[in-house]
């Protein structure tokens, strides 16, 4: 078999493994799917497989057996636990994977994790690229998510073309950066958010009209991102999850853990951070 890397990656060759197929997992193998590309996936419920399976993807029996039919493997679990579990058990990703290829993590973890897991894959032969992504499922679906990539440069850039078919990838660093970065980004968006729920109660009770409050701020200093998505939403009452709440509880709650681990040379004062682990007790 040849090494998957550096030979180019094609959707009539290359081989993708997929773990992790909830509201954002799903919504990105569909991508992969539709742009032609081979696609095996694992899951611990096969039910939840159906609809993949339905649009051409294969259903395996092991995330070994997956790793061992697979050039590049993408995971998007919930948990930096899942994530270990799925890539360097006895049975995992790297037990199974080719020289050459590649363990991509789209999932929100610890950075110092996403160093264990590059250490290991090139104890293999193997590669691995930290690359959480940031968008929720409209990015997803729509293939406009921000990819924080970190790991190998030239790796990276190997895989633009899968990163393109998902949104827009920024290399940000060696191993561990790309979830540095997602932490960085989640605690932003979290402010954001926060401020638009605030905004948008005040602006209610002061008897404004809501759309017309969002159209007046629009293109000004509050507009963000997260208004452009959830703004109308939050106005019509559309709760339909685009990710569960405890993730994000998770992501800041591993910002919070990387600030308290730091040493006395690089003290991070972040005064906000520490009432992230107030908010599962609400």
Avoid at 43 to 55: E, F, H, I, N
Avoid at 145 to 162: R, Y
Wanted: hydrophobic letters at 45%; one cysteine or more; aromatic letters at 8%.
């Amino acid at each position: 078999m040849e090494t998957p890397y550096p030979n180019p990656i094609s959707p009539t060759k290359t081989r993708i493994g997929w773990i992790g197929i909830g509201v954002m997992g799903a919504a990105m193998a569909t991508r992969l799917l539709s742009a032609g590309y081979s696609l095996s996936i694992y899951a611990r419920t096969p039910s939840k497989a159906l609809d993949l399976q339905s649009k051409g993807a294969l259903l395996v029996n092991s995330v070994l057996e997956l790793a061992q039919v697979s050039d590049i493997v993408f995971t998007m679990v919930g948990h930096p636990s899942d994530v270990r579990q799925n890539v360097l058990d006895e049975n995992g990703i790297l037990q199974g994977l080719n020289p050459g290829g590649v363990v991509v993590d789209t999932t929100s973890s610890h950075p110092a994790l996403a160093r264990d897991i590059f250490t290991a894959a090139r104890a293999k032969g193997c590669w691995a690229v930290d690359a959480p992504v940031s968008g929720g499922d409209i990015g997803a679906r729509d293939g406009k998510l921000a990819i924080f990539g970190g790991g190998d440069e030239g790796v990276v850039n190997w895989l633009l073309p899968l990163f393109q078919v998902l949104g827009k990838v920024t290399y940000v660093g060696e191993a561990g950066c790309g979830q540095s970065c997602k932490i960085a980004n989640q605690f932003a968006i979290s402010a954001n958010l926060l401020g638009l729920s605030e905004g948008l109660v005040f602006a209610e009770r002061a008897g404004l009209d809501m759309k017309k409050f969002v159209e007046a701020v629009r293109g000004g200093g509050a507009w963000s991102m997260a208004m452009e998505l959830f703004a109308e939403r939050m106005i019509g009452r559309d709760f339909r999850p685009g990710g569960f709440a405890e993730y994000m509880v998770k992501d800041l709650g591993i910002g919070v853990d990387v600030v308290e681990e730091g040493d006395d040379e690089r003290v991070v004062v972040l005064p906000g951070a520490p009432l992230t682990n107030l908010i599962p007790k609400f």
